[in-house]
């Protein structure tokens, strides 16, 4: 055998060897999505009231109340989860336009609260970034990987996580508004007459969200004045919302930017279309 018939072999078998590695990785990452997912249905719990009474908002701000006028109806049952797909861009280096598609599926829980986000981010032609961004019984975790292969970040249960995490899923609120009623833990203070902020509190972690509404009362952007970065860093965050539409009975957006508020104004790393979404009700 020449020494081509040897390349052609060991190029065949260095082939073979990364479709299978690529395979593993793949079904290793959906085994953790998947475990990750069922912890969140396990520590579900009875939500009450199961059904929205419009009673409920009678005194809350202005423009909290037309919210709800807008996007639900009196009798509309409460979310208790989401499952929803996504795609879009996101930018690892929100200083220059440098944007990668991603598509992404999300499960949220909203009593006991949390969510996981399960996304593939094209970094070059066959090379994709998995990442699983998850708030899970007061915990956060953001554990980034190659390929479901090779760890790029693994970070898990710090106060600045925890933080970041819970503001995320205050913000996604939109997306499934009943969770964001007084009865399922949100508190509301008034601002001015298109803007108010909204608190959530689970277990030590406690954030707050601006919340500014649209004339027509839906919600145009979302803003806190510090979210961690990191241990160290804290920023404000803001983000906007839009192309509403009617989804089981609630008017949400079925696109979100997010990105840091840097002096010169907001530089997103984040713009994402809901292409899917379902409900469970509370019952």
Known sequence: MNWMNWIIIFSVLVVACLGLAIIY????????TLILRTKLLQGRQIIKPQIYDSQEI?????PVQRFFQTVIKDGQAIVAAVN???EGQFNFNEMSDKWNPFTATQFFVTKQLGFDWDAKIQMAPGLRAFVHDTYL???GNLHASLLGLVTLANMRDTPELNQGELLRFLAETAWYPTALLPSQGVRWEAIDDTSALGTLT???????LVFGFNPE???ATIYAADRYRDKLIVMPWGGKFSEYAVREGMLIPLVGEVGWVHPEGLRLYFKGTITEVSYDFAC
């Open 25 to 32: 990785g793949r079904s290793r990452w959906q085994s953790d």
């Open 137 to 139: 019984l007061g915990a």
């Open 58 to 62: 009678v005194n809350l701000p202005t």
């Open 217 to 219: 009362g839906t919600i």
């Open 84 to 86: 929803l797909s996504q």
């Open 202 to 208: 689970d277990g030590a972690t406690t954030v707050s």
